[in-house]
Antibody
Framework: QVQLVQSGAEVKKPGASVKVSCKAS????????MHWVRQAPGQGLEWMGI????????SYAQKFQGRVTMTRDTSTSTVYMELSSLRSEDTAVYYC??????????????????WGQGTLVTVSS | SYVLTQPPSVSVAPGQTARITCGGN??????VHWYQQKPGQAPVLVVY???DRPSGIPERFSGSNSGNTATLTISRVEAGDEADYYCQVWDSSSDHYVFGTGTKVTVL
């Protein structure tokens, strides 16, 4: 079955960086884009960006431009999300979620399914 | 940027019907997807492309989309349907993905 397994919880100090991983299994890793979404405590879902595991191209939400980097390792079917210059407002659960399937330049299934279990990142001095 | 507005909360008695709205400018021209999130869990897709259900999602969950409002309808509500629900679209003008503000469904 399709599964996304994320790395464990992190505690970071303000100004530091955090790198969260998301290991995919049960499908062809390079055929589906991957999203990152975060959720601050008691708040809603916030889209951060997307990566194409096939070529590594990325697109980031304007809010995170310059602070977020998404990468992938096709040998281990793993995507990574690194967020730098952390501040207390970045305390949140970070999710990866499988996105659209693209073939021959056409994309399908433009939704998020499934999701990883989430990674809590706490930013505190 | 494109904004999706949902009511903060909806309350419904067991066995009744819950309707959750998602308002956006000309949202009827977009494909809307809906997610259910229970406390401490990751979101789960319950409706995609306005009205289709993934395998394993009960027929009690249905969706519609027209004009400036999309709606998720939960028929014959059960206690297990108590959760937060989010709508989501892709905004082609910004090439960004947008989530609604979320609605907490309480089963009385």
């Amino acid at each position: 079955q399709v599964q996304l397994v994320q790395s464990g919880a992190e505690v970071k100090k303000p100004g530091a960086s955090v790198k969260v991983s998301c290991k995919a299994s049960g499908y062809t890793f390079t055929s589906y884009y991957m999203h990152w979404v975060r959720q601050a405590p008691g708040q809603g879902l916030e889209w951060m960006g997307i990566i194409n595991p096939s070529g590594g191209s990325t697109s980031y939400a304007q809010k995170f431009q310059g602070r977020v980097t998404m990468t992938r390792d096709t040998s281990t079917s793993t995507v990574y999300m690194e967020l730098s210059s952390l501040r207390s407002e970045d305390t949140a659960v970070y999710y990866c979620a499988r996105g659209q399937y693209c073939t021959n330049g056409v994309c399908y299934n433009n939704w998020f399914d499934p999701w990883g279990q989430g990674t809590l990142v706490t930013v505190s001095s | 940027s494109y904004v999706l507005t949902q009511p903060p909360s909806v309350s419904v008695a067991p066995g009744q019907t819950a309707r959750i709205t998602c308002g956006g400018n000309n949202i009827g021209s977009k494909s809307v997807h809906w997610y259910q999130q229970k406390p401490g869990q990751a979101p789960v897709l319950v409706v995609y492309d306005d009205s289709d259900r993934p395998s394993g999602i009960p027929e009690r969950f249905s969706g519609s989309n027209s004009g400036n409002t999309a709606t998720l309808t939960i028929s014959r509500v059960e206690a297990g349907d108590e959760a937060d629900y989010y709508c989501q679209v892709w905004d082609s003008s910004s090439d960004h993905y947008v989530f609604g503000t979320g609605t907490k469904v309480t089963v009385l």
